[in-house]
């Protein structure tokens, strides 16, 4: 089997428009929720998301092009050009069939869908585009990063809702461990913050109402939550075969070394009683990895700021860690990111390596009061904290029962 390392990252979250600004935002707890600018929401009950800021895709991908791929594709490219620039790979040096591109989607082109389907409701079949299908099926993440590099290994989407992008990049680790391409980049995209998203999220009551306060609004493990906040954004990794990043004198970031992935067989939208499936794609995660659960200095938390969510990911933790739970560090970067749903656990993913780099742990924001049931964790209120971190898990999961969860360790 292959060891796998990660050798360059990209990001665009609502905090910053790239990996360097996002870390820095995060690590000084400051919220990218504010009121939503993209539409109007005078008749909408939710007014507020975790938006992008001054999104300017034609300076990384061809105007032209840019008006045929919906928001999540570009989202996606954006970081996809950070990270390939950041691992300085020349793709022109290597065997471009031993190369694949792996990104998680939950919704895919969404606000295309919207979009062409007023378009058909109020003009006819005529009016909706020709480019309406490829724009929007969620496989053109993958597709069209593959199509931009000439890149001719795995090439596919994982769609399992909020966990999409962490199963991307449990599946590229899986790919390069066994044989199947020397490098991956995979990672998550979303972009969810449209007006017939924002209804639907709303009418089953999953998002939180707290307008009067937007940077306040997403609360994980807090006693006051009222529900998570919907973001976009997109993260990007370069996945290598160790010994392919060694020969071209890559920087190494750090070694995926485990990945667990279960299922809830239990309800649509809730998670299990007490995170079984949660606790069990944690052991999986740290049983691949060769470790154990005492190895593990910190968890980059699926926190969404929901009732169900947060008590039931912390009980998954203390069952699956006993004793050893205490002494975690444990964060939520949807506390000021919102949630980004597919693209979550990339963005996550990406956090994780940053602690482990700076020894760092950016704070959870909005936890002043600490649900009695999440009692007994380091959930990191308040400030920023020093630490040394040598292993990380970070933890994904999704509406239908999707668990899961990546361990990531520093290298060497």
Known sequence: MK?????????????????KTSWA???????????IKSFDTSKHVVKIAGEVKNFKPELRVDPKMARR??????????????????????????????????IGSGIGGLLTWEEEHTKFMNHGPSRVSPFLIPMMIPDMTSGYIAIHYGLKGPNYTTVSACASGAHAIGTAFREIKNGNAVMVISGGAEAPVTPFALAGFTNMRALSRRNDEPQKASRPFDVNRDGFVIAEGAATLVLEELEFAQKRGARIYAEICGFGATGDGYHITAP???????????????????????????????????????????????????EHASKLLINSTKSMTG??????????????????????????????????????LDLVPGRARDAKINCTISNSLGFGGHNATLCIKSFP
């Not at 970081?79 to 793709?91: C, G, L, P, Q, R």
């Not at 995170?275 to 005492?294: F, L, N, Q, Y």
Request: with cysteine; glycine share 10%.
């Open 272 to 322: 299990a009683p007490d995170g079984e499936g949660a606790r069990r794609a944690m052991e999986r995660a740290i049983k691949e990895a060769g470790i154990v659960p005492g190895q593990v200095d910190y968890i980059n938390a699926h926190g969404t700021s929901t009732d169900l969510n947060d008590k039931y990911e912390a009980k998954a933790i203390k069952n699956c860690f006993g």
């Open 25 to 35: 935002n995060m690590l000084e707890g400051r919220s990218g929720i504010d009121y």
């Open 339 to 376: 949630h980004t749903l597919g693209a979550a656990g990339a963005i996550e993913a990406i956090v994780s390596i940053m602690s482990m780099r700076d020894g760092r742990v950016h704070p959870t924001v909005n936890l002043e009061n600490p649900d009695p049931e999440c009692a007994g």
């Open 3 to 19: 060891r796998v390392v990660v050798t360059g990252i990209g990001a665009i979250t609502p905090v910053g428009d790239d990996v």
């Open 69 to 102: 791929l919906d928001r999540c594709v570009l989202l996606s490219m954006w970081a996809t050009v950070e990270a390939v620039n950041d691992s300085k790979i020349d793709f022109n040096n290597c065997d471009k069939a031993d190369i694949g591109v792996i």
